[in-house]
T-cell receptor, first 110, second 111 residues
Framework: SQQGEEDPQALSIQEGENATMNCSYK?????LQWYRQNSGRGLVHLIL?????REKHSGRLRVTLDTSKKSSSLLITASRAADTASYFC??????????FGTGTRLTIIP | NAGVTQTPKFRVLKTGQSMTLLCAQD?????MYWYRQDPGMGLRLIHY???????AKGEVPDGYNVSRLKKQNFLLGLESAAPSQTSVYFC??????????FGPGTRLTVL
């Protein structure tokens, strides 16, 4: 069964707006990772946040982690048409394998 | 540096046929994984390997076998394909689980 669950399942915003996606998970983790998948392609690793970190930035991406609530959020600022994709969170416990959520489908309207 | 490659890209099988999917990585990663992705289901782990000669079951291992004879290759086998195995299969590799690199996927249809 999926460890992570993204919310919302689908999100449409205007180009230039910010997009926020949330991920909730069930058990303790070592780290949480976010991935992007363009239609028909493999997943691309975006960012990793460790369990002892609360916030991390990478370019226009900002990830937060709240281990007490077992939740994470991914913020994409100043969205672009090229950000249209599905976004997945994945949790890691034990450093061996990831457990993926079902994803958020993000559509950026030009 | 090709990253993670998968062959074939597409395949159509009849029920009961067998096939092997090949995954290769040139990043010297110890960890390799096979996932399947179905609509609305996200990615589900089939089998994985943490080193040459080792394999372990993931979330949905039934009907699949794997082998990791060489560090750079991870093979996924279907001995007797079933329509329920129609899916897109992704291979991935990582350095100790710290971010996975994915292949482009194999789209398999079982009739």
């Amino acid at each position: 069964s999926q460890q992570g669950e993204e919310d919302p399942q689908a999100l449409s915003i205007q180009e230039g707006e910010n997009a926020t996606m949330n991920c909730s998970y069930k058990t303790s983790i070592n780290n949480l990772q976010w991935y992007r998948q363009n239609s028909g392609r493999g997943l691309v690793h975006l960012i990793l946040i460790r369990s002892n970190e609360r916030e991390k930035h990478s370019g226009r991406l900002r990830v937060t982690l709240d281990t007490s609530k077992k939740s994470s959020s991914l913020l994409i600022t100043a969205s672009r048409a090229a950000d249209t994709a599905s976004y997945f969170c994945a949790t890691v416990f034990g450093n061996e394998k990831l457990t993926f959520g079902t994803g958020t489908r993000l559509t950026i309207i030009p | 540096n090709a990253g993670v490659t998968q062959t074939p890209k597409f395949r159509v099988l009849k029920t009961g046929q067998s096939m092997t999917l090949l995954c290769a990585q040139d990043m010297n990663h110890e960890y390799m994984y096979w996932y399947r992705q179905d609509p609305g289901m996200g990615l589900r782990l089939i089998h994985y390997s943490v080193g040459e000669g080792t394999t372990a079951k993931g979330e949905v291992p039934d009907g699949y076998n794997v082998s990791r004879l060489k560090k750079q290759n991870f093979l996924l086998g279907l001995e007797s394909a079933a329509p329920s195995q129609t899916s897109v299969y992704f291979c991935a590799s990582s350095y100790q689980g710290l971010g996975e690199f994915f292949g482009p996927g194999t789209r398999l249809t079982v009739l």
